[in-house]
């Protein structure tokens, strides 16, 4: 699924990709190769809970052998009501019908700002980001009316835009179930090993098996009937 229409020059192939070492930011990854993107990859370290998430966004730029992996660095106060940036916040192992303390305030309007300013310094149009719309935790701006709301916006607000031009935010998982995702990515070869989706994990980045993301991740393996390379504590 994307955003917006396609611009009326700077026509390319290629993408700025936001990756965050997670199981569905390397799917569309996935999805955008395979659809003959070049990528360009953005991180971000906003002091997430743990290291080995960028560790493993790094691993997978690499092994992809993307000509360009970009990590922005964030200052970590923005941010500090959140489970994932305050160690003093316990990591729900429950689940509940509210908005969890894992939310990060404005995270994916900003990581999606940024990634916009940089699109438009690269002359590239196309903006992948691998937001999910049913099996997360509940965020808001994981949801389909904030992406078209923010590409509108992205498409009010640049030089790019206002000659002519329009930015398009693809969001290939935004309807899709966790073992769907996970199916496309075994049929495009990705290694899911690589990756880390769990809030909690080690310094190796191995999961705790407890959390949200675990839960969703552990049950996805088991839905697609695939097996659960997920490195576990």
């Known amino acids: 699924m994307g955003y917006g229409t396609r611009p009326l020059k700077f026509m390319s192939r290629k993408t700025v990709i936001l990756l965050s070492g ?23 370290d906003y002091n997430q809970r743990h290291g080995a998430e960028l560790n493993a966004a790094r ?19 923005l941010f ?7 160690l003093s916040i316990d990591v729900p192992e429950t689940e509940s019908d509210e908005i969890p303390v894992t939310y990060v305030p404005g995270r994916n309007m900003i990581f999606l ?26 965020y808001p701006d994981c949801r389909p009316e904030f992406i078209k709301s923010f590409n509108e916006m992205a498409n009010l607000a640049t030089k790019f835009s206002v000659e002519g031009g329009a930015f398009i935010i693809h969001t290939p998982l935004i309807n899709l179930s ?16 690589n990756t880390v989706s769990c809030y909690q994990s080690d310094k190796e980045g191995r999961a705790c098996k407890k959390c949200d993301a675990c839960r969703y991740r552990r049950q996805g393996f088991l839905d697609a009937g695939l097996e659960d390379v997920t490195q576990y504590a």
């Open 22 to 44: 997670g199981m569905d930011s390397a799917t569309s990854l996935a999805i955008a190769l395979n659809q003959k993107y070049e990528c360009y990859a953005l991180s971000f």
């Open 59 to 77: 691993k997978i730029a690499e092994t992809y052998k993307l000509p360009e992996h970009k990590i922005f660095t964030l200052d970590h106060t």
């Open 80 to 86: 500090g009501n959140s489970a994932l940036t305050n």
């Open 113 to 138: 700002s940024i990634a916009v300013a940089w699109a438009e310094t690269l002359g590239i149009t196309d903006i992948f980001i691998g937001v999910n719309a049913i099996d997360y935790s509940g």
């Open 178 to 193: 966790k073992p769907e995702i996970i199916q496309i990515g075994h049929k495009l070869d990705l290694d899911y090993s």
